[in-house]
């Protein structure tokens, strides 16, 4: 049974960081391009940015692109996303999500989803 377990939010005040992890189990993770989206209340979820199996290719939504730095480290089945210069628009749950198909160098379509973690930015 595959597995995607998310932690690292918290409630920070704008301009703070955080950094959320995001561990895979029942999967060869190094196989698979991953996501981080979101969903502020009331709001669809967002793509927040992407990295592909070998975390050499990284695409990021426009609203984070400069703030937010997507990274995995394979060995430790374990995907993260560093939050820099958080704004309070940056409030959501945030997911992260596998690639449906192996050995992608793009991220093209969501397969499995973690629990979330809740990011909140006060002003």
């Known amino acids: 049974q595959v597995q995607l377990v998310e932690s690292g939010g918290g409630l920070v005040q704008a301009g703070d960081s955080l950094r959320l992890s995001c561990v895979v189990s029942?999967?060869?993770?190094?196989?698979?391009?991953m996501a981080w989206f979101r969903q502020a209340p009331g709001k669809e979820r967002e793509f927040v940015a992407a990295i592909s199996w070998r975390g050499s290719s990284t695409t990021y939504g426009d609203s984070v692109k400069g703030r937010f730095t997507i990274s995995r480290d394979n060995a430790k089945n374990t995907l993260y996303l560093q939050m820099n210069s958080l704004k309070p628009e940056d409030t959501a749950v945030y997911y992260c999500t596998t690639e449906k198909r192996a050995f992608q160098s793009t991220f093209t379509e969501p397969d499995l989803w973690g629990q979330g973690t809740h990011v909140a930015v006060s002003s």
């Open positions: 029942g999967r060869t993770f190094g196989w698979f391009s």
